[in-house]
């Protein structure tokens, strides 16, 4: 659920609180009118916002069903209409037991005592404790509904570096400046934390892994473009933040799992150079690769096609330089010319690698062959024993 609408339920509760509480059937009708609106969500919200406790959906929703039991009971008793959190507690301080020693607090300053717990002093986005909790309940979302859920880790590069130069108070600045790019960065379906010191992480609902590495990518680029204090002193001579993204049930297929694999592509991002986006990728290299010079060509989609130069080949892939970049995961038809053979070699690859190489303004692209015929294998592979 996103932060949009997990605000929206926030401030309808709080309404039906203020204006239908003393009524039971009224409000136990509203209760499920919103229940269907935005799903069995609402009941936990319900009552932790009523009384602080913690349940999963399908116990909050047995407890309300005991608690309007309960309070229609207690009106019975004592002849008088009663409000609905004087039965809930009631219930969960002489029934059920759940509260040992309750306080009361206007939910105002509850509400903003919540705000202070979940949300960084700084940079003003969501904590870890927050996004802990998010991601676990996005992670239970796509899994129910069938829905792509991925997953953006992003760090400083070289903060301490920055600290040093310029001091922990631009160190801040610079951070607070960054979450604001972060947060214009993102859709309101989106929950943007800071995930620990100089390091964020994006939970992107709806979201597949190329979708991610675009959102990835845009918040990197605004961020290079930015002005940050005394930036040019950096070893990249600029401010810049490196990415790491993961993608449920395609790197992962739990919350703890999905931060391990974007925390290991963040790695590769920083071992690569830094200021970059890198996708979690399985590739194993099991072939080894031999430098050629080569002509080939691929197309995406029904493009014409584009001419390259292969500078290493295996017999799993082929690394090439091109004037621009593609995004990671697209499928390339790609078609080599091999010396002594009539008829080009052709298959389908996956773009595993595009890294800008600044110095002469050309991108690195390397990808991993899909499905080449045995003809074209053995091909392959006769040409690679004899340059081998």
């Given at each position: 659920?996103?932060?949009?609408?997990?605000t929206?339920i926030?401030?309808?509760?709080?309404?039906?609180l203020?204006?239908?509480?003393g009524d039971?059937?009224?409000?136990?009708?509203?209760?499920?009118h919103?229940?269907?609106?935005?799903?069995?969500?609402v009941?936990?919200?319900?009552?932790f916002?009523?009384?602080?406790?913690?349940?999963?959906k399908?116990?909050?929703?047995?407890h309300?069903q005991?608690i309007?039991?309960?309070w229609?009971?207690m009106?019975?008793?004592?002849k008088?209409?009663?409000?609905?959190?004087?039965?809930?507690?009631?219930?969960?301080?002489?029934?059920?037991r759940?509260?040992?020693?309750?306080?009361?607090?206007?939910?105002q300053?509850?509400q903003?005592t919540?705000q202070?717990?979940?949300?960084?002093?700084?940079?003003?986005?969501?904590?870890?404790?927050?996004?802990?909790?998010?991601?676990?309940?996005?992670?239970l979302?796509?899994?129910?509904?069938?829905?792509p859920?991925?997953?953006?880790?992003c760090?400083?590069?070289?903060?301490?570096?920055?600290?040093?130069?310029n001091?922990?108070?631009a160190?801040?600045?610079?951070?607070?400046?960054l979450?604001?790019?972060?947060?214009?960065?993102?859709r309101d379906?989106?929950?943007?934390?800071?995930?620990?010191g100089?390091e964020?992480?994006?939970?992107?609902?709806e979201t597949?892994?190329?979708?991610?590495?675009?959102i990835?990518?845009?918040i990197?680029?605004?961020?290079?473009?930015?002005?940050?204090?005394?930036?040019?002193?950096?070893p990249?001579?600029?401010f810049?933040?490196s990415?790491?993204?993961?993608?449920?049930?395609?790197?992962?297929?739990?919350a703890?799992?999905?931060?391990?694999?974007?925390?290991?592509?963040?790695?590769?991002a920083k071992?690569?150079g830094?200021?970059?986006?890198?996708?979690?990728?399985?590739?194993?290299?099991?072939?080894?690769?031999?430098?050629?010079?080569?002509?080939?060509?691929f197309?995406?989609a029904?493009?014409?096609?584009?001419?390259?130069?292969?500078?290493?080949?295996?017999e799993?892939?082929?690394?090439?330089?091109y004037?621009?970049?593609?995004?990671?995961?697209?499928?390339?038809?790609?078609?080599?010319?091999l010396?002594?053979?009539?008829?080009?070699?052709?298959?389908?690859?996956?773009?595993?690698?595009?890294?800008?190489?600044?110095?002469?303004k050309?991108?690195?692209?390397?990808?991993r062959?899909?499905s080449?015929?045995?003809?074209?294998?053995?091909a392959?592979?006769?040409?690679?024993?004899?340059?081998?």
């Amino acid at each position: 659920m996103g932060d949009d609408e997990n605000t929206r339920i926030l401030g309808e509760i709080n309404k039906l609180l203020i204006q239908c509480s003393g009524d039971r059937e009224i409000f136990a009708d509203k209760v499920e009118h919103l229940a269907s609106k935005y799903g069995d969500y609402v009941y936990p919200q319900l009552i932790f916002i009523t009384a602080h406790l913690e349940f999963s959906k399908r116990t909050a929703k047995n407890h309300l069903q005991e608690i309007l039991r309960h309070w229609e009971f207690m009106q019975k008793k004592l002849k008088r209409d009663i409000d609905f959190r004087v039965a809930l507690l009631d219930y969960f301080v002489g029934v059920n037991r759940k509260i040992k020693n309750p306080k009361i607090i206007e939910i105002q300053i509850f509400q903003k005592t919540q705000q202070e717990t979940f949300v960084d002093e700084l940079t003003q986005l969501y904590n870890y404790r927050y996004f802990a909790r998010a991601l676990k309940a996005e992670v239970l979302r796509s899994h129910r509904y069938n829905a792509p859920l991925s997953l953006v880790v992003c760090d400083v590069d070289d903060f301490k570096f920055y600290n040093d130069v310029n001091g922990h108070f631009a160190g801040n600045s610079a951070l607070n400046k960054l979450a604001v790019i972060i947060k214009k960065s993102v859709r309101d379906v989106d929950i943007a934390t800071r995930y620990g010191g100089e390091e964020f992480a994006l939970i992107l609902p709806e979201t597949n892994k190329e979708g991610a590495y675009v959102i990835s990518e845009r918040i990197r680029k605004s961020v290079e473009r930015g002005k940050f204090s005394k930036g040019k002193l950096q070893p990249l001579k600029r401010f810049s933040i490196s990415g790491g993204v993961a993608t449920l049930d395609v790197d992962a297929d739990t919350a703890e799992e999905l931060i391990k694999k974007a925390d290991q592509a963040l790695y590769i991002a920083k071992s690569r150079g830094k200021n970059q986006t890198a996708l979690f990728e399985q590739e194993r290299r099991d072939c080894e690769r031999v430098n050629t010079s080569i002509i080939g060509r691929f197309r995406l989609a029904t493009s014409v096609g584009d001419i390259f130069e292969v500078r290493n080949i295996s017999e799993s892939g082929v690394l090439f330089n091109y004037p621009k970049g593609f995004t990671i995961g697209n499928i390339l038809q790609l078609s080599l010319t091999l010396p002594n053979r009539k008829t080009p070699l052709t298959c389908k690859a996956k773009l595993m690698r595009s890294k800008e190489i600044t110095k002469n303004k050309e991108y690195e692209l390397g990808a991993r062959f899909l499905s080449i015929r045995d003809p074209d294998k053995k091909a392959l592979k006769r040409f690679l024993r004899s340059i081998g």
